[in-house]
């Protein structure tokens, strides 16, 4: 791959300011908070490796400027390390962990962090009119592993104070703030047993929605859904047997009262209100991750990003591996950046579809496993999108709502405006549709507006024509009508997006539309059409169209999309290459 290429796709930076010593077993959580609150992983917990103490300090980074900070949180969790911690909301939710002390303890306890306010809140107590039924609480435990699902604190596994496993699943209701079920699993000895070392387990806050029926235009490209309760289908993915690697995924999916049980099973006891699958049977691919230790993961648009330490008897890596959601295909996902230094730990960034690695890029990995230690001097920084992974745009507006705006617009319901091509041809449609969804003419709108009234009052016999306000370059908008300099496709495209915020249409979808669409929403910044426009090419990038799909996303500035066409380009180019060598060699 060429250097420059390579840079792109993944990256380190040096972190600042009050940077964290190196650590065993904190927790790295990337805030909840959007924008315009400044994009933050807080860090909590874990034990110093210099002198071997445990702390409870939290610190932020932030991800725009690199910059480390203590925070005083006030009071919170004891220290601890191996702990889990959950986002809920615009909460952090800790659970369990271990203390060093005399003998080592675990914890049972949960504590909230406010990402606003940056404090620890209150130990929850059940919510009015509630009690918390002794039976259900969870035993104490550290290295476990824990997700949310529909507003739901989801525990497995991890380790009694003596090492020995945990076979239990607890459900904890974050709302009202109890423990709803507690579900003993087949010990088994030990076959299935979940913890940190070897397991992970992740959720998501939406679902992808794809596509099953290639003609149906109003479904060309897959979207997201937001989940219920800030959660979905929980995906636990475990290796055992590092020498020869044993690998197991299961889907623990919420229920409800109308869905049909899943069969008993030996390995596990799915807990009320869900149901576990096992789908290790459905993982396939040319290479499949190697084992991994301290594995973290995460969802990512129709991805499970699986990264974790690879030891090998004369080497060790950082490993980094994405499992379609859909095809059940593995993917090596083979960053540069992750060839020399320590790279220690992972946390998955889904919105910006970017894999974070905290380590220090000139320690030695291996020394730094032995040590256990966690650092955070640098950061590797991997673009997931220019690999073609990152969450589609959300729909925004229904299908059956979409097909009633593109009727509107070809039957010229409620028109009271003209949209005019290059060519003169006139478009009907709403100035409402348009004012409401597309900020650049509202604007250009309240101007119009208010440079006519002073011209009224400057002189009241002027014709209503000499109030245009000329020329908003390239488009020029009058009391009647918006001339816009592009073909009359494109302004019929550009029009079916503004009533349906999507491209539903196979108009839209055609490779000249969708490039002019993109330079549209450039020039005014249409964000949502920017993005729809990018993921359409992302789909339809293929080898054959690479070119043509660079050249776009050059010209517009589009790099995550420029960059993975340019790497299949060159991938195109080696193949070529290779089978050209094959064949003179067989000639020869």
């Not at 032995?370 to 229904?398: F, K, M």
Request: hydrophobic share 40%; proline share 7%; with cysteine.
């Amino acid at each position: 791959m060429d250097a420059s290429l390579a840079h792109l796709m993944g990256w380190t930076e040096t972190t600042k300011g009050d940077v964290p010593p190196p650590l065993t077993g904190p927790s790295i959580t990337v805030s909840p908070l959007p924008l315009p609150h400044p994009p933050t992983v807080f860090l909590f917990g874990g034990k110093y490796v210099q002198n071997r103490r445990l702390t409870n300090e939290m610190w932020a980074m932030d991800l725009s400027t690199r910059i480390w900070e203590r925070v005083d949180a006030g009071r919170g969790p004891g220290p601890r390390y191996f702990h889990s911690m959950n986002v809920w909301e615009d909460k952090l939710v800790c659970f369990g962990g271990m203390s060093d002390t005399d003998p080592m303890s675990v914890h049972d306890d949960i504590w909230f962090f406010d990402c606003v306010s940056r404090r620890w809140l209150q130990p929850p107590t059940p919510a009015p009119g509630l009690v918390q039924d002794q039976g259900l609480l969870p035993m104490a435990r550290y290295a476990h592993l824990s997700s949310v699902s529909r507003g739901q604190l989801v525990v497995f596994g991890g380790q009694h104070s003596d090492n020995s496993w945990i076979y239990e699943v607890n459900v904890f209701d974050l709302s009202k703030r109890i423990w709803v079920s507690k579900t003993a699993q087949p010990e088994l000895q030990g076959q299935h047993s979940k913890g940190a070392y070897r397991s992970v387990a992740t959720s998501s806050k939406s679902h992808v929605i794809i596509p099953t029926k290639p003609g149906d235009q109003s479904a060309a490209h897959s979207f997201s859904l937001d989940e219920e309760g800030e959660g979905g289908d929980i995906w636990c993915y475990s290796n055992y047997d590092f020498a020869k690697v044993r690998r197991e995924l299961d889907l623990i999916a919420p229920t409800s009262s109308s869905d049909i049980e899943t069969p008993p099973s030996e390995k596990y006891r799915s807990p009320p209100s869900f149901a576990m699958q096992d789908q290790s049977g459905r993982m396939r691919g040319s290479s499949q991750p190697p084992g991994l230790r301290f594995p973290a993961g995460g969802i990512v648009g129709n991805y499970f990003i699986l990264c974790g330490l690879y030891l090998a008897s004369s080497s060790a890596a950082f490993s980094i591996w994405a499992l379609n959601l859909d095809t059940m295909v593995w993917k090596h996902i083979e960053p540069a950046v992750l060839n020399s230094g320590s790279w220690n730990r992972a946390v998955i960034w889904p919105e910006a579809a970017k894999v974070l690695i905290f380590g220090n890029a000139s320690y030695n990995l291996a020394e730094d496993y032995g040590r256990r230690a966690v650092n955070l001097d640098h950061v590797a920084v991997i673009s997931l999108e220019t690999y073609g992974i990152y969450c589609p745009p959300r729909l925004q507006v229904p299908a059956k709502t979409q097909e009633l705006g593109l009727t509107m617009l070809g039957e010229r319901l409620a028109s009271d405006f003209e949209v005019v091509s290059n060519d003169g041809r006139k478009i009907k449609c709403s100035r409402k549709v348009l004012s409401e969804r597309w900020p650049w003419f509202a604007e250009q709108e309240a101007e119009l507006r208010k440079a006519t009234a002073g011209i009224l009052r400057e002189n009241p016999t002027v014709d209503i024509s000499d109030t245009l306000l000329g020329s908003f370059t390239p488009a020029k908008l009058a009391p009647t009508c918006l001339n816009i300099p592009e073909p009359f496709p494109v302004c019929v495209a550009l029009l079916q997006y503004f009533y349906t915020l999507n491209l539903s249409t196979p108009l839209q979808n055609r490779a000249s539309v969708l490039s002019a669409l993109l330079f549209i929403a450039k020039q005014y910044k249409i964000e949502r059409l920017a993005k729809i426009v990018v993921h359409a090419l992302h789909e339809r990038l293929e080898p054959n169209v690479a070119v043509g799909i660079y050249e776009i996303a050059t010209l517009s500035g589009d790099q995550e999309l420029q960059v993975r066409a340019l790497q299949m380009i060159h991938t195109a180019k080696t193949a070529s290459s290779s089978r050209s060598n094959r064949q003179g060699s067989n000639g020869a």
